[in-house]
């Protein structure tokens, strides 16, 4: 079910996209290769030293804006050990949900959907609600992600957000 899933999302994406987004790119590249020769944690290490700051803001902004390299490179790079570049990835994938969500949640394990389904931190508190509303109403608008376990599981994870955390704003009675 899953790999069918996977697959129809990679079509969909294919369709929708722009073929700019689903070229390869020389940084992603590099990557992969380092990845496929060190692991991850070489990488997340690599990505992590005060000389490569830049370039993993850049693999999180291509990651946010939904390149589909990216994203699935981020998503392997984000189960590594490395707090500080696991943060980083986190938040790019939290970016690509709210745009790619069908890619993301192929993508992602059940474990790692609460991790990706929640806002950024950056948000403010009115912010927040908006974007988390957004993102359950996309949900339950697409008959593909409201029919599957992640999806459901994503929804759950935005609705306890904006229920039970900083955002949830109560009326004076």
């Not at 192929?106 to 991790?115: C, G, I, Y």
Request: proline share 2%; charged share 20%; aromatic share 2%.
């Amino acid at each position: 079910m899953k790999s069918a899933l996977c697959r129809l999302v990679l079509c969909a994406a294919a369709a929708l996209l722009p073929c700019a987004a689903l070229a390869a790119d020389a940084l992603v590249a590099e990557l992969e290769h380092r990845l496929a020769s060190a692991g991850v944690e070489a990488v997340n290490d690599h990505l992590s030293a005060p000389a490569n700051t830049a370039t993993l803001a850049r693999l999180n902004r291509k990651t946010a804006v939904c390149e589909l390299q990216a994203v699935s490179l981020t998503v392997r790079l984000a189960r590594g050990a490395n707090a500080r570049a696991v943060q980083a990835h986190e938040q790019a994938l939290r970016a690509a949900s709210g745009r790619c969500t069908r890619f993301v949640l192929a993508l992602v394990s059940a474990a790692e959907v609460p991790r990706v389904c929640a806002s950024q931190p950056s948000w403010g508190a009115a912010q927040t609600a908006r974007e988390l509303r957004r993102r359950i109403a996309d949900i339950d608008a697409d008959r593909l992600l409201r029919g599957t376990a992640q999806g459901q599981a994503c929804r759950a994870a935005y609705l306890y957000e904006l229920k039970n955390t900083r955002v949830t704003l109560r009326v004076a009675t």
